[in-house]
Every structure is written in C-alpha cells, then in structure tokens.
C-alpha cells in the first residue's frame, strides 16, 4: 500500500465517530432509565454501545457530560412537541398534544423511561431538568392566555404544574399499569380516555359545586 493511500485514510472517520457518539447517548439513556445515574459506569455504558470507555471522555468529557447531553436532547424533543401544537387553541392544543406525545412514546419510549428515572433519583441535574419541563408547560399556558383561551380566573403557575403532573404522571404509573389496569399506560384505548377525561377536567371539571 502506497504512503498517499495509507495518510488519505484518517484512522477515526467522521461518521464512525458521529456514530459512536450516538451509541453511546442512546446506551446512557437506557442504562440510567434502567437503574439509575449513580449505580451505573461508565464502562458499562462504554460496553453496551459497543465503542471504547475513552469515547465518553473525547465527546462528553465525563459521565456527568453525557447525561446534559442526553437531557439537553430529551428536552429538545419535548419543546418540538409542544412547538408542533401552538397552530392549534384551547382543548383542541390538548388533544393534538397527547396524540404526538404517544407518537413520540412509541418511538422513543427510553426518553420518557430516563425522565422517569432521572427525575425520582433527585439530583442537581433533575433538578435543572424538572425546571425545564415546567418552562415549557408555562410557555403553553401564556401561550393559550396571549391567544384568550384562558378562564378568567385561572391560577395560570398551577395551571403549569397540573399539566407537568399530567405529563409524568402516566410514566410513573407504567411500571405497574399492565398488572393493575391491563393495559400500557401508552395503549392507545387509555390515551384516548385519557386525553377525552383530561380535556373536560380543563374545560369544566367533573365534581358537582
């Protein structure tokens, strides 16, 4: 092999590391969906994505690192959900908003697993992640106020975590969903009661005054 073959051939190609780099974010977020940030290593994550442990230090710099990353990614995902529904108003923003939230389950169900994980493990970083969540059910209701779809008095910072809690509350039920209620919290059957139950809890409630 000539000396002009051997230099024109980078020994780490770009794609090889742009693909080993997305290995390793996509094992992260399943092994600290599955047992959480502290207990797990990174050579286990080095292991599971199939690339060598000083990868994570050449695109992360650290555990720590890849897990921004992987947040900074599964926040990215829910801010496009939410963007997706603003062509809508009122309840109907609500619907338009579970359906794509089941679609985004479906295909990437270990996202919602890590915010589950991340977020009952309690540290500075679910921290700053439950912060962010709420960012963006805030920005749906000023949204839904600027646009006059808002009851006059409505508790708009409540109004914000009512619609955190409805966005969590069905992935820490998961865990338990199949054996108490027979189905996936994700099924489709349960989303569309649901979704129907949750819109007349917005609009109008369901106790008598």
Request: glycine share 8%.
């Amino acid at each position: 092999m000539s000396k002009s073959r051997l230099t024109s051939e980078p020994k780490n190609p770009p794609r090889a590391r742009r693909d080993g780099r997305q290995r390793l974010i996509l094992a992260g977020r399943r092994l600290f969906a599955e047992k959480g940030y502290s207990a797990t290593g990174v050579r286990e994550i080095a292991a599971r994505a199939g690339v060598s442990i000083g990868l994570i230090r050449t695109h992360f710099g650290s555990k720590a690192g890849l897990r921004e990353e992987i947040e900074r990614q599964v926040i990215a995902q829910i801010e496009e959900l939410c963007s997706r529904v603003s062509v809508h108003l009122g309840a109907e923003a609500l619907e338009h908003l579970v359906e794509d939230a089941v679609e985004w389950v479906e295909r990437e169900r270990d996202a919602l697993l890590y915010l589950r994980s991340a977020l009952m493990e309690k540290t500075p970083g679910s921290q700053v992640l439950l912060r962010q969540l709420l960012g963006i059910m805030r920005q749906f209701v000023e949204m839904n106020r600027e646009r006059g779809f808002l009851q006059d008095d409505i508790d708009e910072e409540w109004a914000s975590i009512f619609l955190l809690i409805d966005f969590l509350g069905p992935a820490v039920l998961e865990p338990f969903s199949e054996e108490e209620f027979g189905k996936s919290m994700y099924h489709r059957e349960m989303v569309k009661r649901r979704s129907a139950f949750m819109n007349r809890v917005v609009t109008r409630g369901f106790l008598k005054s």
